[in-house]
C-alpha cells in the first residue's frame, strides 16, 4: 500500500511539497483551513537557483507564461534620484530571477497537484490535534462535515508563520525578534518603465525606503514602505497616498491593493520530532528584504522532497531526515537571516553621512565590475541543501 503524507497548509510551500511527493507515488491529503488560497500582496520574487527545480517538477513554464524573468537589480537612492543598475547576463537560467504573485503561483501548482489522482484537497478543514504512533501519525481534523480522523505515515506543517503543528501539536518555540516597524505591501498600477527603471528595485533612505518590483505587465508594481506599527490601522489608505505623494516619481497610480504585517526574524527550535516535520515559515520566517523569505521556503520543499522520496522509495534511512532538520534550520540561521536583516538595515536604517555614503560607493563599485555583480546575486546559491 502507497505511503500517505498529511500536509497541513495549502499554500504555495504545502502544495509545492505535496506535489513533488504525489508525484512519485504517495498519497498525499493537503487539508487547509480556509475556503480559498491567500491572494494577498505578499511574495513575489524567486531567485534563479530555485528555477531548475521547478523545471525538473515540470511547473518553470507555467511560472513563466503567468509571471517573467528578470536579469538585472536596481538601487535608488531617494534623496539624489541616482539610479545603479546591477546586470547579470550569464547564458541559461543563471541570473534570471522569476516574478511571480504568490497567489498565482498557488493557483499554478493547485492545478498540477489536482491532477494527480493520489492527491485529495480539504479546503474549511482545520487541524485539531495529532498524536504519533510507533508507525505513523493520526490527525484530528474538523470540516465542513463535522470531524475525522486521517491516519497517515508522516505529517508536514506546512501552515505558516502561525503554525497550528508548530504551536499546539508539537508545543515548539518560536525563538527570535519582531523588527520594530511595519511593512505595508501594495498593488499600485504605476508607468515606472516609462522612467527605466529595472524591474526590481531597492530605494535607499531612513523616510521612503522602498522595495519597488514590477508584478504584472504592463504597469502594475509591488511597492512595499515601513510605517509606525503603533499607528492604527484605520487610515491606512490615507496615509499610502501621503507616503506616495514623497516616495514615487510624480506619476499618475492607482493603488489595487494593500496588505499590512510585521516583521520577524524567528526560528523554531526544531523542524522534525519523529513522524512530523515542518516546512517554509512553519519552521522559520524572515523580513521579506530581498525576496529570501519564500525562496527559503521552496529549498524547504525541494530538500523535504527529496529526504521524504528517499525514505519513502528508495529504503533510505531515517537519519536522512533528521539531516533535513539539521541543515535547513542551519541555512536559515547562518545564511539567510543574517543576509535578510543586512538587508533590511541597508535599505531603511541607513545613517546620513559616512555610512551611507559608504555604501552607495558600495553599489557602484558592484555595477563597474561583472565579477562583483556575479558574486552579489549569486548568493542565494547557499540557501540550497545537498545531500
Same mark, same amino acid.
Given at each position: 500500500? #502507497?505511503? $500517505?503524507?498529511?500536509?497541513?497548509?495549502?499554500?504555495?510551500?504545502?502544495?509545492?511539497?505535496? /506535489?513533488?511527493?504525489?508525484?512519485?507515488?504517495? &498519497?498525499?491529503?493537503?487539508? @487547509?483551513?480556509?475556503?480559498?488560497?491567500?491572494?494577498?500582496?505578499? #511574495?513575489?520574487?524567486?531567485?534563479?537557483?530555485?528555477?531548475?527545480?521547478?523545471?525538473?517538477?515540470?511547473?518553470?513554464?507555467?511560472?513563466?507564461?503567468?509571471?517573467?524573468?528578470?536579469?538585472? /537589480?536596481?538601487?535608488?537612492?531617494?534623496?539624489?534620484?541616482?539610479?545603479?543598475?546591477?546586470?547579470?547576463?550569464?547564458?541559461?537560467?543563471?541570473?534570471?530571477?522569476?516574478?511571480?504573485?504568490?497567489?498565482?503561483?498557488?493557483?499554478?501548482?493547485?492545478? +498540477?497537484?489536482? #491532477?494527480?489522482?493520489?492527491?485529495?484537497?480539504?479546503? &474549511?478543514?482545520?487541524?485539531?490535534?495529532?498524536?504519533?504512533?510507533?508507525?505513523?501519525?493520526?490527525? @484530528?481534523?474538523?470540516?465542513?462535515?463535522?470531524?475525522?480522523?486521517?491516519?497517515?505515515?508522516?505529517?508536514?506543517?506546512?501552515?505558516?508563520?502561525?503554525?497550528?503543528?508548530?504551536?499546539?501539536?508539537?508545543? =515548539?518555540?518560536?525563538?527570535?525578534?519582531?523588527?520594530?516597524?511595519?511593512?505595508?505591501?501594495?498593488?499600485?498600477?504605476?508607468?515606472?518603465?516609462?522612467?527605466?527603471?529595472?524591474?526590481?528595485?531597492?530605494?535607499?533612505?531612513?523616510? +521612503?525606503?522602498?522595495?519597488?518590483?514590477?508584478?504584472?505587465?504592463?504597469?502594475?508594481?509591488?511597492?512595499?514602505?515601513?510605517?509606525?506599527? @503603533? =499607528?492604527?490601522?484605520?487610515?491606512?489608505?490615507?496615509?499610502?497616498?501621503?507616503?506616495?505623494?514623497?516616495?514615487?516619481?510624480?506619476?499618475?497610480?492607482?493603488?489595487?491593493?494593500?496588505?499590512?504585517?510585521?516583521?520577524?526574524?524567528?526560528?523554531?527550535?526544531?523542524?522534525?520530532?519523529?513522524?512530523?516535520?515542518?516546512?517554509?515559515?512553519?519552521?522559520?520566517?524572515?523580513?521579506?528584504?530581498?525576496? =529570501?523569505?519564500?525562496?527559503?521556503?521552496?529549498?524547504?520543499?525541494?530538500?523535504?522532497?527529496?529526504?521524504?522520496?528517499?525514505?519513502? $522509495?528508495?529504503?533510505?534511512? @531515517?537519519?536522512?531526515?533528521?539531516?533535513?532538520?539539521?541543515?535547513?534550520? &542551519?541555512?536559515?540561521?547562518?545564511?539567510?537571516?543574517?543576509?535578510?536583516?543586512?538587508?533590511?538595515?541597508?535599505?531603511?536604517?541607513?545613517?546620513?553621512?559616512?555610512?551611507?555614503?559608504?555604501?552607495?560607493?558600495?553599489?557602484?563599485?558592484?555595477?563597474?565590475?561583472? &565579477?562583483?555583480?556575479?558574486?552579489?546575486?549569486?548568493?542565494?546559491?547557499?540557501?540550497?541543501?545537498?545531500?
Amino acid at each position: 500500500m #502507497a505511503q $500517505h503524507v498529511i500536509v497541513v497548509g495549502a499554500g504555495p510551500i504545502g502544495l509545492l511539497t505535496a /506535489f513533488g511527493l504525489a508525484k512519485e507515488g504517495t &498519497r498525499v491529503t493537503i487539508i @487547509e483551513a480556509e475556503e480559498q488560497f491567500n491572494d494577498k500582496p505578499r #511574495a513575489l520574487v524567486y531567485h534563479y537557483p530555485v528555477l531548475p527545480h521547478l523545471d525538473r517538477l515540470g511547473l518553470l513554464q507555467d511560472c513563466e507564461a503567468e509571471g517573467f524573468l528578470r536579469q538585472t /537589480f536596481g538601487w535608488r537612492i531617494h534623496s539624489t534620484g541616482e539610479l545603479i543598475e546591477w546586470k547579470w547576463t550569464p547564458e541559461g537560467m543563471g541570473g534570471n530571477a522569476l516574478h511571480l504573485h504568490q497567489g498565482l503561483l498557488s493557483k499554478i501548482i493547485a492545478r +498540477h497537484v489536482s #491532477a494527480q489522482p493520489n492527491v485529495e484537497i480539504l479546503l &474549511r478543514t482545520k487541524l485539531t490535534g495529532c498524536c504519533q504512533t510507533a508507525g505513523g501519525v493520526i490527525a @484530528e481534523v474538523e470540516g465542513p462535515n463535522g470531524s475525522a480522523v486521517l491516519e497517515g505515515d508522516y505529517l508536514i506543517g506546512a501552515d505558516g508563520a502561525n503554525s497550528t503543528v508548530r504551536q499546539n501539536v508539537l508545543g =515548539l518555540q518560536f525563538l527570535g525578534t519582531t523588527w520594530p516597524e511595519r511593512y505595508v505591501a501594495t498593488n499600485t498600477r504605476i508607468n515606472l518603465s516609462a522612467l527605466n527603471y529595472p524591474e526590481s528595485v531597492m530605494q535607499l533612505d531612513q523616510k +521612503h525606503g522602498s522595495i519597488i518590483c514590477k508584478i504584472e505587465q504592463p504597469d502594475v508594481w509591488r511597492v512595499t514602505f515601513v510605517e509606525d506599527p @503603533e =499607528l492604527p490601522f484605520e487610515g491606512l489608505e490615507e496615509r499610502i497616498h501621503t507616503m506616495f505623494a514623497d516616495h514615487l516619481p510624480d506619476l499618475p497610480y492607482e493603488v489595487l491593493a494593500y496588505s499590512p504585517y510585521r516583521m520577524h526574524q524567528r526560528i523554531a527550535d526544531r523542524m522534525r520530532v519523529g513522524r512530523i516535520l515542518l516546512v517554509g515559515d512553519a519552521g522559520h520566517i524572515t523580513n521579506p528584504t530581498g525576496g =529570501l523569505g519564500l525562496t527559503g521556503g521552496m529549498f524547504d520543499a525541494f530538500a523535504l522532497i527529496g529526504a521524504l522520496n528517499r525514505v519513502i $522509495h528508495d529504503g533510505a534511512g @531515517e537519519e536522512i531526515l533528521e539531516f533535513y532538520e539539521r541543515d535547513r534550520r &542551519r541555512v536559515f540561521a547562518e545564511v539567510t537571516s543574517p543576509r535578510a536583516s543586512f538587508n533590511l538595515r541597508n535599505l531603511y536604517h541607513l545613517k546620513e553621512g559616512q555610512e551611507k555614503e559608504d555604501r552607495i560607493a558600495f553599489l557602484r563599485a558592484v555595477a563597474a565590475d561583472p &565579477r562583483l555583480v556575479k558574486r552579489e546575486m549569486s548568493f542565494t546559491t547557499q540557501m540550497e541543501t545537498h545531500f
